[in-house]
């Protein structure tokens, strides 16, 4: 019997240390107050941005993209963009681009602006996107 009580004991301290480190998304990410998803957001006269980026992959960020163009214009058919290190020549739809799922080694720090230009026709705009807090 006590051989079967230490057993029991020995397996609840592994089952319960095995658990420790793991949050719901299974990553082993748990500090309370480190945000998975980022989100960043900016707009100006002609463009409405905003980037998530999904931390629960160790180095890892998988980004959703929407760029809208809310100019008085015609829509501009292309644009080119440069988001951090990433860089894009993208098709829009309706004065929208919308994209997700793609991974990036990316540097975000939510107490940091991330830099966003974008081209289109002869027209180039620069500005900042923030840190969209909960």
């Known amino acids: 019997m006590k051989k ?4 029991f004991c020995i397996i609840s301290v592994l089952l319960i240390a095995c658990s420790k480190g793991v949050n719901e998304n299974g990553n082993g990410n748990t500090k309370k107050d480190e945000e998975v998803y980022l989100v960043f957001e900016g707009k100006n006269k002609n463009w409405d941005v ?3 980026f999904d931390r ?10 929407v760029i809208k163009y809310i ?5 501009p058919e292309k644009i080119y963009y440069k988001l951090g290190t990433i860089d894009a020549h993208v098709e829009l739809i309706d004065g929208v681009w919308e994209a997700g799922g793609g991974e990036c ?6 107490d940091e602006n991330i830099m ?4 289109w026709d002869v027209k180039k705009e620069e500005f900042k996107l923030k840190h969209k807090e909960k």
Do not use: A, R, W
């Open 105 to 110: 080694e990316c540097y975000t720090n939510p």
């Open 4 to 7: 079967l009580f230490f057993i």
């Open 56 to 65: 629960s992959v160790d180095k890892l960020e998988s980004t959703s993209q």
């Open 71 to 75: 100019g008085k214009d015609p829509n």
């Open 116 to 119: 966003f230009t974008v081209e």
């Open 50 to 52: 905003q980037i998530t």
